[in-house]
């Protein structure tokens, strides 16, 4: 038999994943010639933000602070092009083709630390991107995502009692972080009313209103917004589409079109699925997009996009940014060496 003489730490992982990465990009590595090769690729960012302005959410959807993402910016600006939205839609239908090294920057959730943080510096670079918002914080009703409302169970220190069946105890973790990450992976394995149910019970009049008009943008946020940026959609309520039946999969995507084409007075052609895995997706989703007005689909499937396939446009894959410019290097490393969608 034969023993394996070490195991690698995750300290370990880390540092070998950052190595390589750095050799990839690096004047020796392949990085450079890869990626102006391999088709477009797309980076999904959620939150950019400071502990101190870090009111509640999910740590796990924090990708760094501001001055992290200046990082990530001037790596991008030196080795790819990036790309706006309308770009991509006429490189979509043939009617332009995509420079080499194509790069789009995506943003889900609509929090509000876009405007205070990202939007300054995409300005200051003359940069494009899309924001994917939710329609949960627009409107007179302004409710928290499912996912903020348990993040805010969870800041609010409730230690004995357990979220729903089959989910951790919250007192069996220390770690803020690694309680919200399992209690979230843990709700998701439910159907969603049952998971809004979990939630609900543990809410407690939290004040959900004052805090979702704080937390996330509004409609005169989203008019404000710089023209180089565009908006699509993420849903009513981020609700995984898997989950519900097709009457309510076409609701959530067509209310949410029509919601925030009202809100910002722009057509709205791109949708974000919610957490964005294959297993996530109906399989009937392309037409159902089609049917409801939508020309893009957006998963969070980690891979390069090639443009040659009509149905590639409602599965086009993206790179999740990760917490530093290093994660951000090794994941765009992993999705030029996928196989493309």
């Known amino acids: 038999m034969i023993h394996a003489p070490w195991r690698w730490s995750v300290e370990g992982k880390c540092?070998?994943?950052?190595?390589?990465?750095?050799?990839?990009?690096?004047?020796?590595?392949?990085?450079?010639?890869?990626?102006?090769?391999q088709g477009l690729l797309v980076v999904a960012f959620h939150r950019i933000t400071t502990p101190e302005a870090f009111e509640t959410g999910l740590w796990s959807l924090v990708n760094g602070s501001p001055e992290v993402f200046e990082a990530m910016v001037n790596f991008l600006k030196d080795h790819v092009t990036i790309v706006s939205l309308a770009t991509l839609r006429q490189a979509l239908d043939g009617r332009v083709s995509l420079p080499p090294g194509s790069l789009l920057l995506t943003f889900d959730d609509g929090y509000r630390d876009f405007v205070t943080f990202v939007a300054p510096i995409l300005k200051r670079h003359r940069l494009p991107a899309v924001v994917f918002p939710t329609t949960a914080g627009l409107g007179e009703l302004k409710?928290?995502?499912?996912?903020?409302?348990?993040?805010?169970?969870?800041?609010?220190?409730?230690?004995?009692?357990?979220?729903?069946?089959?989910?951790?105890?919250?007192?069996d973790w220390r770690r803020e972080a690694r309680k919200q990450q399992l209690i979230k992976a843990g709700l998701k394995a439910q159907s969603h009313p049952a998971a809004a149910t979990a939630v609900d019970w543990h809410d407690g009049g939290c004040g959900e209103q004052e805090i979702a008009s704080r937390l996330y943008l509004s409609a005169e946020d989203l008019r404000m917004l710089d023209p180089s940026i565009a908006i699509g959609s993420h849903g009513i309520s981020h609700r995984l589409l898997t989950g519900l039946s097709g009457q309510e999969v076409v609701r959530e995507l067509a209310e949410s079109k029509a919601v925030l084409e009202a809100a910002v007075g722009r057509p709205i052609?791109?949708?974000?699925?919610?957490?964005?895995?294959?297993?996530?997706?109906?399989?009937?989703?392309?037409?159902?997009?089609?049917?409801?007005?939508?020309?893009?689909?957006?998963?969070?499937?980690?891979?390069?996009?090639?443009?040659?396939s009509a149905k590639n446009r409602y599965r086009l894959r993206r790179v999740h940014a990760g917490t530093s410019l290093a994660d951000l290097q090794f994941n765009m490393l992993k999705a030029l060496e996928a196989c493309p969608q």
């Open 15 to 37: 540092w070998l994943k950052h190595r390589l990465a750095a050799w990839y990009w690096g004047p020796r590595g392949p990085g450079r010639k890869r990626v102006r090769r």
């Open 143 to 171: 409710r928290l995502l499912w996912i903020d409302r348990l993040a805010l169970t969870v800041d609010r220190n409730l230690r004995t009692e357990s979220v729903g069946e089959g989910v951790p105890a919250v007192h």
């Open 269 to 308: 052609e791109a949708f974000a699925y919610p957490v964005g895995r294959s297993s996530d997706i109906p399989r009937e989703a392309e037409t159902l997009l089609a049917q409801c007005g939508y020309t893009m689909g957006f998963t969070m499937e980690c891979g390069h996009n090639r443009l040659d």
